[in-house]
């Protein structure tokens, strides 16, 4: 600062009514407006006020990364076949990449639960499982409190990440409470709105209590778009935070088609292929796609409708759509394998209204295939209607199927959206995403040790008090 001829000279108004000014130069003393006038006048202050200003020179260096210890808890990981368990792994992937500690929690997979081949090797604790009723192929974790406590004390993790609200994924939330660490959770599956749909209805409000109970104890709550942040909130959620899902747009290219793999389908190269990949299951409202299959096959009888994956409704689906009506049911689908089925079809049918994103939206358009859905979670983010699919009004069958059918006529043009497809899904990578995981867990990390500081200044002053 410059200055002042040595004089140390500090100046401080109160006006009270407008009336008078309380001044102080080095001893304080009262004077009225008229003697702050003078102070105005005082040749070190008119010096002061007319000093040219400092020209600053400011460096804008790189903000420094910051790197975690991250334990990650989840019931579900490839090779399971899932979207929970596909964006985990690209999560994972991520976090390695840009040279973070992770230690996966995850249970032991049946028969075995070795890393799929070219997946980076990460520091695995793999828990007892037992399989999910009606889902064999699917386990749920079977840990204690005592144990991940004991584990997490000895080798502590600067935040603890929790995918999935299973068995396991409440056991990580109590340990990581007791032992005072910061916990991120996501909302991925909306199992409360499941329940309606395998007869047990009754059970919505508790398990949306139980959800509600699960992430409210957590630092903060990751959902992929605004519209369910809202619906969240709405219901009593709190600390929930935005964070986009990416997709693997290296694996899923639209450069995988596979004329071959449209012949083994009995598809022709001018035959339209209708595809859906996901559980084959009562909560994905697949009975729309059996019902608009006759009308289908009506006005294309060369038409083949494409059913990737398996689940518990496969087998009555089968007997709705046998071999003759063109049905063809490829099971589950990995890796290359899955990339080929979506970069292989010509429409993807997604008409489910259970989501809370619906990765196998972003994975179908980054493969060059035009969506077909509602209007909600991730097609109302990434499908332009007409341009790189169509959408039809939330739940409305009558619209879906309608729309359905209009894009099928038009074929030159259905295949002409292949290219605004993939471009509408090129700028989801996932170095991205995980740089927006990266600043909610810092500000987990950040406001848990604010709390331990005042919590132990507290106890501090309440024994000096004693």
Request: proline share 7%; aromatic share 6%.
């Amino acid at each position: 600062m410059p200055s002042l001829d040595g004089s140390a000279v500090m100046a401080r108004w109160h006006v009270d009514d407008g009336r008078v000014a309380t001044v102080s130069i080095g001893r304080v003393r009262r004077v009225t407006i008229g003697a702050v006038t003078e102070l105005l006048r005082w040749p070190p202050i008119i010096r002061a006020m007319t000093t040219p200003p400092i020209e600053l020179e400011v460096d804008e260096l790189p903000t420094r990364q910051r790197h975690f210890r991250v334990a990650v808890v989840t019931e579900t990981y490839p090779p399971e076949v899932n979207g929970v368990a596909r964006s985990i792994a690209c999560v994972v992937g991520g976090l390695q990449a840009r040279d973070h500690a992770v230690q996966l929690l995850r249970p032991r997979q049946a028969p075995a639960g070795a890393p799929a081949a070219g997946e980076s090797p990460v520091d695995e604790i793999l828990m007892r499982g037992l399989a999910v009723p009606r889902y064999p192929h699917l386990r749920m974790g079977v840990v204690s409190k005592r144990t991940l406590v004991n584990l997490w004390a000895s080798k502590r993790p600067d935040v603890v990440h929790i995918a999935t609200e299973g068995p396991m994924g409440w056991s990580a939330l109590q340990a990581a409470r007791h032992l005072k660490l910061p916990v991120v959770s996501e909302f991925r599956t909306n199992f409360h709105a499941y329940a309606q749909h395998y007869g047990i209805g009754w059970l919505r409000r508790p398990l949306l209590a139980y959800l509600r109970k699960f992430h409210n104890r957590c630092h903060a709550t990751m959902v992929p778009n605004a519209a369910l942040a809202g619906e969240l909130m709405a219901q009593g959620f709190r600390h929930v935070s935005v964070i986009a899902r990416g997709v693997d747009t290296h694996l899923f290219h639209p450069s995988r088609r596979s004329e071959a793999l449209r012949e083994h389908w009995g598809a022709a190269p001018g035959d339209p292929v209708l595809l859906h990949v996901g559980r084959l299951a009562a909560e994905k409202n697949l009975q729309l796609l059996v019902d608009l299959w006759p009308t289908i096959r009506q006005r294309h009888p060369r038409a083949r409708l494409v059913l990737v994956g398996d689940g518990p409704a496969r087998a009555d689906f089968e007997y709705a759509l046998p071999p003759s009506s063109n049905v063809v049911f490829a099971g589950m689908q990995h890796g290359e394998q899955l990339a080929a089925c979506y970069a292989s079809g010509d429409l993807f049918a997604f008409p489910s209204i259970t989501e809370t994103y619906g990765n196998v939206t972003p994975e179908a358009l980054a493969s060059g295939l035009p969506v077909m859905a509602y209007q909600y979670a991730a097609a109302a983010l990434l499908v332009r209607d007409g341009v790189n699919g169509g959408l039809a009004p939330f739940n409305e069958p009558a619209a879906f199927q309608a729309r359905t059918l209009a894009l099928l006529e038009d074929l030159p043009r259905l295949r002409a959206m292949r290219i605004a497809a993939r471009a509408s899904a090129e700028s989801l990578d996932w170095e991205g995403i995980v740089q927006g995981i990266e600043q909610v867990y810092a500000s987990a990390i950040d406001g848990t040790s604010v709390a331990l500081r005042a919590g132990s200044q507290l106890s501090g002053i309440e024994a000096r008090a004693h």
